[in-house]
């Protein structure tokens, strides 16, 4: 069964930095793409940042570009998300996301989701 479990989140003030981890189980992810969204109080999921199988191609958020920075050890399956230079707006739930295929950016694994607070 596989499994993605977000960690990392919690209470900040704006400025600060914080980085978010999400362990795969079941399943190896090496080869395949993977992302971050984010739920905010009263919206829709958005996306945040997407990683190619491999790492070598990134992509984020007009919102989080030149703040956040996505990553991923494949050896230890595991995808992060740093976050900084933190702003209120920025307070979400987050969530992990894996894509079963190879090649694709077409998640089908999700986790259970991370709070993060930013406060003014």
């Known amino acids: 069964q596989v499994q993605l479990v977000e960690s990392g989140g919690r209470l900040v003030q704006a400025g600060d930095s914080l980085r978010l981890s999400c362990a795969a189980s079941?399943?190896?992810?090496?080869?395949?793409?993977m992302g971050w969204f984010r739920r905010a109080p009263g919206k829709e999921r958005e996306f945040v940042a997407r990683?190619?199988?491999?790492?070598?191609?990134?992509l984020y958020a007009d919102s989080v570009k030149g703040r956040f920075t996505i990553s991923k050890d494949n050896a230890k399956n595991t995808l992060f998300l740093q976050m900084d230079s933190l702003k209120p707006e920025d307070t979400a739930v987050y969530y992990c996301?894996?894509?079963?295929?190879?090649?694709?950016?077409?998640?089908?694994?999700w986790g259970q989701g991370t709070q993060v607070t930013v406060s003014s």
């Open positions: 990683i190619s199988g491999r790492g070598y191609t990134t």
């Open positions: 079941g399943r190896t992810f090496s080869s395949n793409a």
């Open positions: 996301a894996a894509a079963s295929r190879i090649g694709t950016y077409a998640f089908d694994y």
